[in-house]
Each structure stands twice: as structure tokens, then as C-alpha cells.
């Protein structure tokens, strides 16, 4: 069953075209990470999926029911953590919970009290009070609290220190292992890298890349550095997949897409000195899209 | 239609400024009662003879009060003064652009719309706590009046009985501004306009009515103003349920929060 799914969405303001054409389908129990430079789209496709925005064309799914129509029934099940998160000021946390937990109709007090307890968060004192990073782990907590079969996480990590982003990712690796969906919005390729097993890349309002990360990594490049012994450079030809960069008698550079393989089985028969074969980096790969360049051949 | 947590949280979002708007009005029925009463019926009839105060009270009244003056009519002014429209509009202005531009405007809506609650129901939620309020708002100004009769006589008793019906027709006002209000709160984006274009309307209402007995196109524009339809000394005087006149505000009122809710109901919730 897909968590979400969406068929040539759109959405417009007047002439102005946010969202074009996304199609888009996310199975249940993965961890998708949705990236794109700002204003590319993300946070409308997110409001579209919660149903604040209609759509203006094309259809969105959430857990198999429509995002329009079905928007309360469907939020029963829906975590939602918005980008910028704002709360009434006058409240204290617990009273901010004890609100959100009475509207959903309670028996989520448990769960609250374990999630304060993980992201060491003080609910005795008002909401006024808290800097951004308290204010964020509130926000977590109430997207977390019912345990929702979709998390929709816009930019969950700002503000966050170090050590509560780990808390918040392996607390969803445990959500996403117990077969529920989480839908991450970043820009930070590195997170998106680091927690997700699916990426969506939008730029300009469209949806550019829709892969696992596991075969984005397998297109990424890797940076090559060879250094031959005594200046005796191989006659063979490299293989297709490294593009050299710089080459002479004694060094050669380049990057590499896909398999090492081939550059293993012509590096044997090479008299090399040294050799460095970089992990695979997204950055390049994200970069070309972020940027508008051609994406790297498959 | 009705989520409990969210009356509950609404009604206590209110409750403060509830409680002073309820002080405010008895304590101001109370002591017009008491500044009444230190004039007797010959003094006041004297006072009420002086053209521009005769003006103004029958721009709040609706009728030349100086005709018919007795202790009962004598507290209309107490019933349309500008005061109490005062305590009882800035509670109605604030509960009715709250939730919806304010929560918008606050950024808070991002939440409260992500809960399994349909628009509808946070509508109507927010709708039920300024509606019920408005009864305790509306009638008040009557046991005010009793009360301030009780401390300070007057020198004939007020017929109290005969207060409720320009009270009732009070409350139709009330029901009349909250629709407009939560129309345009369900249109903006902005508190600050949700609660500038109700006011607008009303202050140019009472504006029209004041001009108009001087100016004839005043008189003219008058019947399409608020204030046309709330003339509590002609319904004291006639002793009629003003039925016409409370129609026609809570046909504004109903078909205002009516409108106010197709609205939102289709209306996209934009991020702060």
C-alpha cells in the first residue's frame, strides 16, 4: 500500500505555478527524505498532502484517502511537524499537549510523557519561555505523540543541537522500522542521506528525482586518485565509467560513476604506486540538480 | 460540528476578557442609574430640552426622548450607549477574529488545521462561545439597571419587565456583528483587518445614524446600516417585539457566519 501518492499535482496562484505536475508515490514503512533549495515546492506539496491547500490540479492520496475530502479522518493518523512551528504563548507545554491530546481524543498521555522524557524537555513552563530548539522538541512531541502511521516532518532538525538531532533520528528509525511512513523535508542532502531510504528531489515546483538513496548512491561519483609507479602510466585505455580529469605519466585524476569493477580489473594490470577511491558523494549529484545543470548519466 | 477540547480552549481564551466586559457593563448600568437619578423628572426634562443633547440621545435612542420622558425610556441611553457598545463589541471583535485570521496571523493554524478537526468544527466550536457569551452581554444592562436602581432609586421605579425586549433586540446586534465578523475572519489573513473592517462597519453605522437627523441623505442611507434595525426607545414605546428589526439583524448575522463557513471550508490556510 503507498502512505502517499500523488498524480500530476498542481497548484497555482494566480498565474503563478508553485507545483507542476508532481507525481509522486511513497510506499508504507519507508523514510522519505524531500529535498529541493527553497522555494522549490516542498512545503506546498507537504500543505497539500495536509490538506490546507487545494490542489489545483491532479489528485493526492494520504494513507488512501484524498487529501481534500478526507482531511479530518485522514489526520487522525498524520504527524505533522511544520517548518516554522509556532504555539499559543500563554500555554505551558503539558497544557499545550494536554490540548492537542484532548482534540484527538485522548489516552496519548504515556507517549507524551516518554517523549518529553527522550528530548529532556521541561513542560512545567510556558511556551513564551522556551528558545526555538525547546519549542522545536514541543513540536516533535505533538507530531509524535499518537503515534501516527505518516510522520510529515518539514525541516525537522532546525534548531535542533547535535545530540537531539541523533535522538530525533534514531527515534524515527524505530518509527520507520515499525512499518510506519515518515516524510522528511529537508535541504541538508546529508541528513536526507543519513536517515532516509527514499528521496524525492523537487526544483522550480516539479519533481526532478524520485529514487532509494542505495541507486542514487550507485550514480554518485567517486573521486579517483592514482599515482603510477616510476612514470609507467598503463597503455590500455581507462575504463568508460572513470572521466579523467588530469592525467600524465605519473598521476591520474578523475571521478568515477557506478561499479569500481571495471577500474579494479584495469588498475590489476597497471604498475600502480598509489591509489584513493573516495566514498560516493550525493553532493555532486544534488548540486547538478539544485543548480539547473544536467543530472550525471545513470 | 462540535469539538469539545476546542470550545473548552476557546472559552477559556475568552473567559478574562468575559469577565471584564461583565464588570464593565454593571458597573456602568449601575452608576447611569445612580447619574440618573440625581436629576428628578422636571430637571431632566429641562436638560433634554437643550437641542444638541436632545440630538445626540436621539441618535442613540432612535427617537426625541424628550416627549415621553419617564425613568423606564430614560434607560434606553443606558441601552445604547456608546460605552456599552464599547465592552460588549471589543469582547465580540476579539473571540470572533481569535481562531481563525488570528491563528493564521499567529501562525498557530499550521497546528490547530493539522488535528483530526474538520474546519466546520472549529468554526462552530468558536461559534458557540461568543453566541452563548452574547446572552450574558446582551441582557445584562437589564439586572445592571436593577441594581442601580436598588442603591439609587429613581424618582419613579423602572419597569424593568418592559427592558428585556430592546435587550433581546440587543443580542440580534450582537449576532448581527459577530457574522460580519467572523465572515471577514474567515476571508483575511490578517487579524489586524478582521477586527479593522467590523469596527469600520459599525463606527460608520453609528456615524449614519447620528447624521442622520441632520442630513437627508444620511436619512436616506440610514435603513442599510446596523444601528437602523436597534431603536430600543420606539420599541419601549410601542411595547412591540421589534420582530422585523431582529429579523433582519440575524438574517445579516446567520447569512454572514453561513457565508464565513462555505468560505473557509474552501478557502486554502496559507503559512504564516
Known sequence: ?298 | MLNVAILRKTARDAAGLFVLAVIAILVFETMFVRAMGEFSGEMSQVWLQNRLVRRMVEMLVGYDLASDLTPTTLMTIGLAHPLLYTFQWSFLLTVCTRVIAGEIDRGTADLLFSLPVSRTCVYVSTSVVWLTAGLVLAFLPVPGIALGQRLAPLWMPIDLARLWMPAVNLYALYVAIGGITMLVSAVVVRRGVAVAIPLGIVLASEFVVFLAHMSPVAWQLMRITLLYYYKPLVVLRSGAWPVSDMLTLLGIGVACWAAGLLWLRRRDIPAA
Open chain 1, 1 to 298: 500500500m503507498q502512505a502517499i501518492e500523488t498524480h500530476r499535482l498542481s497548484k497555482s496562484y494566480g498565474s503563478r505555478r508553485v507545483l507542476e505536475g508532481v507525481s509522486v508515490d511513497i510506499p508504507t514503512g519507508t523514510c522519505c527524505g524531500l529535498l529541493g533549495p527553497n522555494g522549490a515546492g516542498k512545503t506546498t506539496l507537504i500543505r497539500v498532502l495536509l490538506g490546507f491547500l487545494r490542489a489545483s490540479h491532479g489528485e493526492a492520496r494520504v494513507l488512501g484517502q484524498d487529501c481534500w475530502r478526507d482531511g479530518p479522518r485522514l489526520r487522525q493518523d498524520v504527524g505533522y511537524l511544520p517548518g516554522e512551528v509556532r504555539f499559543y504563548e500563554r500555554l505551558t507545554g503539558a497544557r499545550t499537549l494536554a490540548f492537542f491530546n484532548a482534540v484527538r481524543g485522548g489516552g496519548h498521555t504515556a507517549e507524551i510523557r516518554r517523549l518529553a522524557e527522550l528530548f529532556d524537555l521541561d513542560l512545567s513552563r510556558r511556551v513564551r519561555a522556551y528558545s526555538q530548539g525547546m519549542r522545536q522538541k514541543l513540536g516533535l512531541i505533538q507530531a509524535l505523540m499518537h503515534r501516527p502511521r505518516l510522520l510529515v516532518l518539514d525541516e525537522p532538525t532546525t534548531a535542533l543541537d547535535p545530540l537531539v538531532r541523533r535522538t530525533l533520528f534514531a527515534e524515527l528509525r524505530q518509527v520507520s522500522r515499525q512499518g510506519r511512513t515518515v516524510l522528511f523535508s529537508s535541504h541538508t542532502l546529508a541528513e536526507v542521506e543519513e536517515l532516509c531510504d527514499e528521496v524525492a528531489i523537487l526544483r522550480g515546483g516539479r519533481l526532478v528525482e524520485m529514487s532509494r538513496v542505495d541507486d542514487l548512491r550507485r550514480r554518485a561519483v567517486r573521486h579517483v586518485e592514482i599515482t603510477f609507479r616510476d612514470g609507467r602510466a598503463p597503455i590500455a585505455p581507462p575504463p568508460d565509467a572513470l572521466r579523467v580529469v588530469s592525467r600524465d605519466a605519473r598521476h591520474l585524476s578523475g571521478t568515477l560513476v557506478g561499479a569500481v569493477d571495471p577500474l579494479l580489473a584495469w588498475l590489476a594490470a597497471a604498475p600502480v604506486e598509489d591509489v584513493s577511491i573516495s566514498p560516493p558523494h550525493l553532493d555532486d549529484l544534488f548540486m547538478a540538480y539544485y543548480g539547473g545543470a544536467e543530472p550525471l548519466p545513470c
